[in-house]
């Protein structure tokens, strides 16, 4: 049994949860060019299962604050948003709160760098 090769199964298995809310207040450098962001300010980023929930909170960080979504996907549950500071942190802490409050999610705590 020495030569046979192990095989891994990996399983997706989603629930609904909020994975990462971050906001990084103050980003040096170009990682605003570097991400393909078309404005600067605070960089607020989520990630969320399922997926399509990224929609969801999107439309809801909008609602929240003056921010400009950077970036969704609806296929990995990524959220990028940008915008002051004051503005990205409302905008995250209210996608959370209509995730968890309405939807039923879990999640994560919102952190700052």
């Known amino acids: 049994m020495s ?13 609904k949860q909020v994975t990462m809310a971050h906001i990084i207040p103050n980003p040096q450098g170009d990682l605003h060019e ?3 962001l078309e404005s600067g300010g605070a960089i ?3 990630t969320i299962t399922p997926s ?7 439309a809801a960080a909008t609602k929240a604050g003056n921010i400009e979504i950077g970036f969704v996907d609806r296929f990995t549950g ?3 948003i940008t915008g002051e500071v004051a503005d990205v ?12 409050g309405v939807l039923g999610f879990t999640a994560s705590e919102v952190t700052r760098s």
Do not use: F, T, W
Not at 3 to 15: D, F, H, L, T, W
Not at 52 to 58: G, T, Y
């Open 34 to 36: 570097r991400l393909g």
């Open 52 to 58: 399509e929930a990224a929609i969801i909170a999107a």
């Open 3 to 15: 030569g046979e090769k192990q095989r891994v199964i990996q399983e997706y298995v989603p629930g």
């Open 89 to 100: 942190e409302a905008a995250i802490r209210a996608a959370v709160r209509i995730l968890v």
């Open 44 to 46: 607020g980023i989520m």
């Open 78 to 80: 990524s959220l990028v």
